[in-house]
């Protein structure tokens, strides 16, 4: 809610005229004097003044007996004290200082809405990137804590210091910890000035920092439906009934012969139908005597058809293994020659070091080399 000043009134005496800046002699706001404006405000002076009317004195005494004035009462509040505060001191209900307490608490959530709105500058940093509430909202997710929508809401709130400067609050848990963060609020100049460590932390974000990503709150468990448990509770309770008008030894003994029965009736079914079975395994064992007669109709039936076929298969084994015989003797026959040809140079070699050893001289019968002249020229 944004604090008026009086300026004056208006030169045909119908309006007066008001201005945001206290000791301004031109403002911008303009209310006209009608009967009922005139008749508030001569209503608040009363009260102010503590004075009553004939119908207040007619009617039976309601309202208390206060130690502070609605101005005063609204001075406390407007300076951060609650309600309960307010109302002890003042020695009266707390119904009696919520109707003065309505214009000042809408006051201090216009401050909050004016201080989330506007972009905290960190020192030796600069001017944040976002305004304050998404600064604040993107550092708590990256410290961990989540909050919901309606809790982070809740943890705002604004008191005033001076006549132009407030004091912005945000409140949250965190490890089972109390964290404050406090900004003041400049109403001339429109900034905002960290008043602890923590609230320069939340209220700046850098340059390129990306959006994180907020986590949706959990989804509630859909409750069970109450008709199953109604079904449940009904089958429980109408057992024990029936027992109780009913011997306990008559439904266990048909429980028990049920049972049995289908029992009896399934195997019966088996003992029955197993020895068919165990009949007809010798029929089997004579259908596999039978058997050779059976193929041996139809052995020539197939043997007709096949025989062309299987002439041409054996005729395709024949040449196949007259080729592998062929390349089998090719093999040999080389192998053969080899070892021939081997046999003959073996031979030849033998004959040409017989002819080298007897074509020799002795030592005796050399001439001498010039080696040995020297060896025995030398004494």
Do not use: C
């Not at 961990?144 to 006549?163: N, P």
Request: hydrophobic share 35%; glycine share 4%; charged share 30%.
């Amino acid at each position: 809610m944004q604090k008026l000043h009086l300026v004056g009134f208006t030169t045909d005496l119908d309006g007066l005229i008001f201005s945001p800046r206290k000791g301004s002699k031109a403002g911008g706001y303009l209310i006209p004097l009608d009967k009922e404006l005139l008749a508030t405000i001569a209503e608040a002076e009363r009260l102010r003044n503590g004075q009553r009317t004939a119908d207040d004195a007619a009617a039976p005494k309601t309202r208390p007996t206060s130690r502070l004035t609605p101005r005063e009462i609204q001075a406390h509040l407007r300076a951060g004290r609650s309600i309960p505060e307010v109302a002890a001191e003042a020695g009266v209900d707390t119904d009696w200082v919520e109707r003065f307490a309505v214009p000042v608490v809408a006051e201090q959530a216009q401050m909050v809405e004016r201080a989330r709105a506007l972009t905290f500058s960190k020192a030796r940093l600069g001017q944040s990137t976002q305004p304050l509430g998404t600064s604040v909202r993107w550092n708590l997710v990256d410290k961990g804590v989540a909050l919901t929508e309606d809790e982070f809401d809740q943890g705002w709130s604004a008191f005033q210091l001076q006549d132009e400067v407030w004091m912005v609050r945000f409140r949250y848990t965190s490890r089972n910890r109390l964290q404050v963060a406090e900004w003041e609020l400049d109403l001339d100049t429109n900034q905002l000035a960290s008043r602890n460590r923590l609230a320069s932390e939340l209220g700046y974000v850098e340059k390129g920092r990306r959006p994180p990503a907020i986590p949706a709150p959990s989804p509630r468990p859909a409750p069970a439906p109450p008709v199953r448990v109604v079904e449940a509770v009904e089958e429980v309770v109408e057992a024990p009934a029936v027992d109780e008008s009913e011997p306990p030894s008559a439904p266990a003994p048909a429980l028990a012969r049920r049972a049995p029965a289908r029992r009896t009736r399934r195997t019966g079914a088996r003992k029955k139908s197993a020895p068919p079975k165990r009949k007809a395994a010798p029929k089997k064992r004579t259908t596999s005597k039978r058997t050779p007669t059976k193929t041996t109709k139809r052995a020539p039936k197939q043997t007709a058809k096949k025989t062309p076929k299987r002439a041409g298969v054996r005729k395709a084994a024949k040449a196949r293994a007259a080729t592998r015989s062929a390349k089998a003797s090719n093999a040999s026959q080389s192998a053969k020659a080899t070892a021939v040809t081997k046999a003959t140079r073996a031979t030849k070699a033998k004959r040409a070091t017989k002819r080298r050893a007897s074509t020799r001289r002795p030592a005796a019968d050399r001439p001498p080399t010039a080696k040995r002249r020297a060896d025995t020229a030398t004494p």
